[in-house]
């Protein structure tokens, strides 16, 4: 249908209707129609366009002209309806804003968001961006929970919470379990509940722990509860609690301190089975080698002599056993301590050769001591056993060694300021170990085989007790052996070096511009040699055999003296000492034997050799006897280390004391009765600590000597009832202890007791006149009233004069302080300090043989130690000041002249 404007310009230009009338009209004209389709059906498609624009502008029209017929009243509504909208999306851009700053998790400004806050899709965006993260959130932290309620569910510890009515509101499976297992009728939670303590973990807000023993169960049980305060800011307070069932635990503690009682009870009847098996052993021992001693002073023929000394020899190794068996359970039982004094190694290693010299000699053997370069003379051990350790090791090797040699050597490793480190060295040439025994050989009663008992004696103890005692001193020992080859037994030992002697050279005699040359078959014995003469300063020469050694003489110019071993194969040391002699300007020879036979002195001496050494011979001693005789007129620089010969037993000691002795045992009695007359002593017997107590308080004795174990009263009661009577009269009678205990602990004991002094079963003739000589009056009287015993002083320290003087030395200085602290104490009524200070003053004084001055410091550490103010004390205080001033005087008099 064709527009009414456009069928009227058709009608008023071409006089027809349609734009298909005008297609028709023209196609008429056209002389090819077909050619002039497409013009025709452009102007048909022209026409309708123009038809369709006459229809769009009639829209135009009515809609202009409705607009201008709309009212005021419609636009005020369509106005109101706008705003009603924008209203309303402002307030959906506000709550949208709102949600998004609450999902943000520091409520951010809007310029922290950083978009624009009146974009509804940004904004939109933004929230649906928080609601995704807070969703992951939330489910992070569903998953942490479950985790948690995981982790507190499997605890075996019950967990739960208590508002502040106490109400409990949430628990893990543990407290559960409990709850169901221990509730009674009344209330499932009974058990937990705890309202005192509940009320002080609200108060304080600190851990509140407490026990429970719920005894209404078949099977009681003991639970321990925890409770502490639990806050956080904005959120509820609320107790956190803890329940634990501490019923096995509590049986354990008392299973563990049963055991703990049955060990220590095991280990307290140990050690009294010790000290008994110790007592009942030893008592009779006494006796035996007491008894045997007396008869060997005695007019014997030589078949009675060999039987006794064989006696003897038999006592001494039976005492041997008993005191490896005593060391090893003392050892087991710990209660073996280890000392720490100043001793000289050099003169305990030459002494300990010297005495298992003769052994090794009868058997054959080269017996050799070597003391490594730098080794230092005095240092800070445990002597006592550090002895034992090596003569055992040294003894086995010589036991187990048919020929050939065993050293004993030492040498440093390490070496400090104030300490250093040493090795031991024990090899032999014997018999060896096995590969497969040497990882046993430490082990207690355990030998190379079951034949070696048999065949050499011996418990097994020996190693493992040394072993341990070097573990004890802080050491090490291991073992390297062949069988058939020998055997070395290492000891790496920590020493601390003496500060008065650290740098003490042994070796002060030099040989420069000397020649010694050294005859000896034995190549470690040369290198021995060598090393102790090299460290003089000589010069060395050395030969292996006499044949080769008198040709050099014949040759060469004389050396200034000649080493000359006695026991060469081939030509002997005596045939070729005689072979030099024929020279008439032929050196001083000095003669290195492995015998001290009479005849080989008596032969040397007729050979004309100018010493006569017998092995080991160490550095200070060899040096000493080349310097003595190449310089004749001057004197030695080194103070003998050769011991005085021992007193014969009948020799009367310088005064003879009035003597009581405690002791029950009649074999004991007769015994002392016997030792003490010989030694021109008087003596008395008290058969039980009552007597003895009683003989006391009416007689004056100069010494007791005092069993422990007695009848009626022990040594200890009866020291200590006595040592109170003492109080009054300032006087102190000396109380040695004569026992056959040996336990750690013994000596201590006595002394605490009031005891001066200790002897062990069996006693030696030799420690029973050193302890005499302790009390005997000096022949030298340095003051009116108080002396210096110093010769016994010097026996203490084995002649060491030198550690002596220093140890006086420090006296005087250290002294004057001691007792000003003493007098303190005592004016304080401080009497436990005051009891120490006199115990460390006696001790002191007893150091220099000041026996009478260090009796007035026993007497005052007896009298604080009852911890009461006596009425003399003040004249015990002026008795000990003056003592100690008289002291001070004889030992500034020794320093002088020393």
């Not at 009974?190 to 509940?198: F, G, I, L, Q």
């Not at 006391?696 to 109170?724: A, H, K, N, Y």
Request: net charge negative; proline share 4%; with cysteine.
């Amino acid at each position: 249908m064709t527009h009414p404007l456009l069928s009227r310009q058709l009608r008023r230009n071409f006089g027809i209707n349609e734009t298909e009338e005008l297609v028709a009209a023209l196609s008429k004209l056209m002389p090819d129609p077909q050619a002039c389709a497409p013009l025709l059906q452009s102007l048909e498609n022209f026409c309708q366009a123009i038809d369709q624009s006459y229809i769009q502008y009639d829209r135009d029209i009515a809609i202009r002209t409705h607009s201008m017929e709309v009212s005021s009243a419609e636009l005020l509504a369509a106005n109101d309806s706008l705003t009603a909208k924008a209203t309303q999306q402002e307030e959906v851009l506000t709550h949208i804003r709102n949600t998004l700053n609450h999902l943000s998790p520091e409520e951010p400004t809007d310029q922290q968001l950083n978009i624009n806050i009146n974009d509804l899709p940004v904004l939109t965006a933004r929230l649906e961006e928080l609601t995704q993260n807070r969703y992951l959130t939330q489910i992070a932290l569903e998953q942490q929970q479950a985790l948690t309620s995981l982790i507190m569910n499997r605890l075996p510890i019950a967990i739960f919470l208590q508002d502040k009515e106490g109400n409990i509101f949430h628990w893990n499976n543990q407290f559960d379990r409990f709850a169901n297992e221990w509730s009674n009728q009344n209330d499932k939670f009974a058990w937990a509940k705890n309202p005192k303590d509940e009320t002080r973990a609200w108060q304080t807000g600190q851990l509140i722990i407490s026990e429970c023993y719920l005894d209404h169960l078949a099977l009681p049980v003991h639970v321990q509860l925890s409770r502490i305060l639990v806050s956080t800011p904005g959120h509820p307070e609320f107790l956190l609690n803890f329940a634990i069932d501490i019923t096995d635990q509590l049986i354990a503690e008392e299973a563990m301190i049963r055991a703990k009682e049955s060990a220590e009870n095991s280990n307290r009847a140990k050690s009294e089975f010790l000290a008994n098996m110790s007592h009942e052993i030893r008592t009779p021992m006494n006796g035996i080698m007491g008894m045997t001693e007396l008869v060997l002073d005695t007019d014997l023929n030589p078949e009675q002599k060999e039987y006794l000394s064989l006696v003897k020899t038999s006592a001494d190794s039976l005492l041997t056993i008993i005191n490896d068996i005593l060391d090893f359970s003392k050892i087991e039982a710990g209660k073996l301590d280890i000392e720490t004094i100043t001793f000289d190694l050099h003169k305990l290693m030459s002494e300990l050769a010297k005495t298992v010299a003769l052994n090794a000699h009868q058997k054959g053997l080269e017996l050799l001591c070597d003391i490594g370069e730098g080794v230092p003379r005095f240092v800070k051990g445990d002597p006592v056993r550090l002895r034992q350790v090596l003569l055992n090791l040294v003894g086995n090797a010589i036991k187990f060694t048919h020929e050939g040699e065993v050293l004993l050597g030492v040498k440093v490793i390490q070496q400090g300021k104030q300490e250093c480190l040493l090795t031991f060295n024990i090899e032999d040439t014997g018999i060896g170990i096995s590969p497969e025994k040497q990882a046993h050989i430490f082990e207690a009663f355990t030998q190379e085989d079951t034949s070696t008992t048999r065949k050499y004696g011996g418990t097994g103890l020996g190693l493992t007790i040394s072993s341990r005692l070097v573990t004890l001193m802080q050491g090490k020992m291991e073992l390297r052996s062949t069988p058939g080859i020998g055997t070395v037994f290492d000891i790496t030992l920590p020493l601390t070096l003496a500060d008065a002697f650290a740098s003490n050279d042994p070796i002060k005699l030099q040989l420069h511009h000397h020649t010694i040359l050294v005859i000896d078959d034995n190549p470690t014995n040369r290198r021995i040699v060598e090393g102790m003469l090299q460290l003089s300063g000589a010069k060395v020469i050395m030969f292996d055999n006499g044949p080769a050694a008198i040709t050099y003489l014949n040759t060469q110019p004389a050396p200034s003296a000649i080493l000359l071993d006695g026991m060469m194969p081939t030509m002997d040391g005596f045939e070729t000492a005689a072979h030099i002699m024929g020279n008439p300007h032929h050196p001083p020879i000095i003669m290195l034997t492995s015998t001290d036979r009479k005849e080989d002195q008596q032969k040397a001496i007729e050979i004309g050799v100018a010493a006569y050494l017998v092995k080991p011979v160490t550095g200070m001693e060899l040096i000493q006897t080349i310097y003595g005789i190449l310089h004749p007129n001057q004197e030695n620089a080194t103070e003998e280390e050769n011991s005085a010969p021992a007193t014969p037993i009948n020799t009367p000691q310088k005064k003879a004391f009035k003597i009581l002795l405690a002791e029950d045992n009649p074999v004991n009695q007769q015994l002392a009765i016997r030792l003490f007359e010989k030694l021109g002593h008087q003596i008395s017997i008290a058969e039980d600590g009552r007597t003895a107590l009683t003989r006391l308080q009416e007689e004056s004795f100069d010494l007791v000597f005092m069993d422990v174990l007695m009848p009626e009263l022990d040594g200890i009661e009866v020291t200590e009832q006595f040592r109170q009577t003492e109080l009054n009269t300032g006087h102190h009678t000396p109380i040695i202890a004569m026992t056959a205990h040996a336990m750690q602990g013994d000596k201590e004991r006595c002394l605490e007791a009031g005891m001066d002094d200790y002897l062990s079963k069996p006693i030696r003739i030799d420690d029973l006149k050193q302890v005499l000589a302790q009390y005997e009056p000096a022949e030298e009287v340095e003051s009116e009233h108080y002396q210096l015993d110093w010769d016994a002083a010097l026996d203490r320290l084995d002649g060491e004069e030198e550690l002596l003087l220093e140890l006086a030395n420090i006296f005087v200085k250290e002294a004057p302080i001691q007792f000003e602290r003493l007098r303190k104490a005592v004016e304080q009524e401080n009497f436990p300090v005051a009891s120490r200070e006199a115990h460390s003053i006696k001790g002191s004084l007893l150091n220099f043989g000041a026996n009478r001055a260090s009796h007035k410091a026993e007497a005052m550490e007896i009298l604080c130690r009852a911890g009461q103010n006596h009425a003399d004390i003040q004249k015990f205080l002026e008795d000990i000041r003056h003592a100690l001033d008289q002291t001070y005087i004889s030992l500034q008099i020794k320093l002088q002249t020393k």
